[in-house]
């Protein structure tokens, strides 16, 4: 592939992909990719609301990345948040039953 770049030609190459490369590192859980159960979605709930873990802890026990944890919170979140105007009383209790009403 050849960039010109402010008059600047560069060549570069990219490396072959072979079957023996590894396609990461670290293996990816086995929950990855794959739709939320009702049951995976209660449980969240329960850990976040009434067991305080934190988004790795809730990651690794339900076999999902933290970012799928993150996206997955936010998300019921939003659905909560549904037919409610977001003025800063109505996101604190929502942010108050999804956190801090087992604690």
């Not at 079957?19 to 850990?47: C, F, G, Q």
């Not at 996101?91 to 999804?98: A, G, N, P, T």
Request: hydrophobic content about 35%.
């Amino acid at each position: 592939m050849d960039i010109e770049f402010f008059n600047i030609s560069i060549s570069y190459k990219m490396p072959a992909m072979t079957r023996s490369t590894p396609k990461r590192a670290v293996p990816m859980p086995a929950r990855n990719n794959k739709k939320w159960t009702v049951t995976e979605e209660r449980d969240l709930i329960r850990m976040c609301r009434h067991e305080n873990n934190t988004v790795n802890e809730m990651a690794d026990r339900l076999n999902r990345t933290p970012e799928s944890i993150r996206y997955r919170l936010l998300k019921i979140f939003a659905a909560h948040m549904e037919g409610r105007e977001p003025t800063d009383e109505n996101i604190q209790d929502v942010s108050d039953w999804l956190v801090s009403a087992g604690n």
